[in-house]
């Protein structure tokens, strides 16, 4: 894995600035895709130089910005549109205003970056950014197709309020969700085309209108997991509990509350999954009769009557043709021992260890992953880097029994 990362640190992109008041997103963007170590050459159109001046975005990337096709040629062939685009792993478009996004589909080319573009060796991605209105005008839209039937990767738009004041879809991603983007677009894509079916968070099982049982569980590593898979070309649906989590952008979210919920949810959705991780915390009991309303305090003794809630990895690994079943296993004492036992009484391909007091609610943790084979110690890491090694042992795995 460390390789992977090694080869994606080396990558080189063009960062094109058009003109679009969410241009102020592009200098955030520059400086989180150098924290992931992705070299970034600024080219900016002159419209986005009314929104934002070219020395900010030199001082950012730590190169001279390309902004003229005719006057500050760099290159001694004066084939700046040329070259540009032969020494860069992809260009990343981010903001695209509608109107750049006109020039790319009908290949226009009477500015520089139109121009890198049009001459480009390299994959091409591209974030909308624009009036709601301009998003959804027919001629926006058939531009749109046209960037798609071409190969051409669109990132966004969002929906939300925009600069203008109207709210609706247009907005562009944020930097953060840009950053990750271009990172996955790199990895690998070893999960192409398969389907990873994941639980996460908490469940919150009710009592009464304002009381309920749930546990610690922040959510954190069921989100790794489901933004290691994207990066690795995997459709990743999530069913998640009550977390404050943002989901990463392409992942079909579902929300759920309760185990029950999650169970139907999970019930509704397995068939299509080739792959299921259940990483969430489900409670193993909820109360037998909630109370719609708010219970009154009173001197006497109150009792609640807890009754199981199904076991939603038991079901599903349980089913006549079930995916490939991974579970996690958090567990104060005897680790290995409970894991393995749970493991093999669940009848699931491949468990993920770790200690609650080490896990639930933190940034990084320790894992063992034990499967038929044997076992892989991840020492202590952020937890999206132990997601991405727990999948690299999933992959191995997966194709064996595949193969087979
Ligand atoms: O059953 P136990 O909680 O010990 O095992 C944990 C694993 O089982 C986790 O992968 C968790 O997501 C899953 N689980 C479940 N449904 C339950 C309890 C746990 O899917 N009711």
């Known amino acids: 894995m460390q390789r992977i990362m090694n080869q994606i640190q080396n990558k080189n992109i063009i960062l094109g600035l058009t003109g679009s008041i969410a241009v102020y997103k592009s200098a955030e963007l520059t400086r989180l895709l150098l924290d992931q170590g992705i070299q970034v050459q600024v080219v900016m159109t002159d419209a986005a130089c009314r929104f934002i001046t070219p020395a900010t975005m030199q001082a950012l990337s730590g190169k001279p910005v390309f902004t003229e096709l005719w006057q500050d040629n760099h290159a001694t062939n004066q084939m700046d549109h040329i070259n540009l685009g032969r020494t860069?792993?992809?260009?990343?478009?981010?903001?695209?205003?509608?109107?750049?996004?006109?020039?790319?589909?009908?290949?226009?080319?009477?500015?520089?970056?139109?121009?890198?573009?049009?001459?480009?060796?390299?994959?091409?991605?591209?974030?909308?950014?624009?009036?709601?209105?301009?998003?959804?005008?027919?001629?926006?839209?058939?531009?749109?197709?046209?960037?798609?039937?071409?190969?051409i990767t669109i990132l966004g738009p969002a929906s939300g309020i925009q600069a203008c004041g109207e709210e609706g879809m247009g907005r562009m991603l944020e930097p953060g969700e840009l950053a990750d983007a271009v990172f996955s677009f790199f990895w690998p894509k070893l999960l192409s085309g398969i389907k990873i079916l994941i639980t996460a968070g908490p469940t919150y099982e009710q009592i009464d209108a304002?009381?309920?049982?749930?546990?610690?569980?922040?959510?954190?590593?069921?989100?790794?997991?489901?933004?290691?898979?994207?990066?690795?070309?995997?459709?990743?649906?999530?069913?998640?509990?009550p977390t404050t989590l943002l989901c990463p952008h392409g992942i079909a979210l579902k929300n759920v509350t309760s185990a029950a919920e999650m169970f139907s949810a999970v019930q509704e959705l397995v068939a299509d999954a080739d792959i299921f991780i259940g990483v969430a915390a489900v409670a193993d009991y909820r109360v037998a009769q909630p109370v719609e309303h708010k219970i009154k305090k009173s001197a006497s003794t109150l009792t609640l009557e807890l009754i199981p809630?199904?076991?939603?990895?038991?079901?599903?690994?349980?089913?006549?043709?079930?995916?490939?079943?991974?579970?996690?296993?958090?567990?104060?004492?005897?680790?290995?021992?409970?894991?393995?036992?749970?493991?093999?009484?669940?009848n699931i391909q491949l468990i993920a260890a770790n200690l609650v007091q080490e896990a639930i609610g933190a940034d990084d943790n320790e894992m063992v992953l034990l499967d038929a084979v044997g076992e892989t110690i991840l020492p202590r890491a952020d937890k999206l880097t132990q997601a991405r090694a727990l999948l690299q042992r999933i992959i191995q795995l997966y194709r064996q029994g595949t193969q087979t």
């Open 88 to 151: 860069t792993n992809a260009i990343l478009i981010a903001p695209a205003s509608a109107d750049f996004i006109a020039k790319l589909a009908h290949g226009l080319a009477d500015d520089l970056l139109s121009t890198v573009c049009l001459a480009r060796d390299c994959p091409l991605i591209v974030a909308p950014a624009m009036n709601r209105k301009m998003w959804e005008n027919p001629a926006m839209q058939r531009n749109l197709k046209q960037l798609e039937t071409d190969g």
């Open 210 to 241: 304002v009381r309920g049982i749930t546990n610690r569980s922040s959510g954190k590593m069921g989100y790794a997991v489901a933004k290691a898979a994207l990066e690795l070309g995997a459709v990743v649906t999530m069913i998640s509990g």
């Open 309 to 346: 809630n199904p076991d939603i990895l038991g079901y599903v690994a349980g089913l006549p043709s079930p995916p490939f079943c991974v579970g996690f296993a958090a567990e104060s004492q005897n680790l290995r021992e409970y894991a393995e036992t749970k493991r093999k009484a669940k």
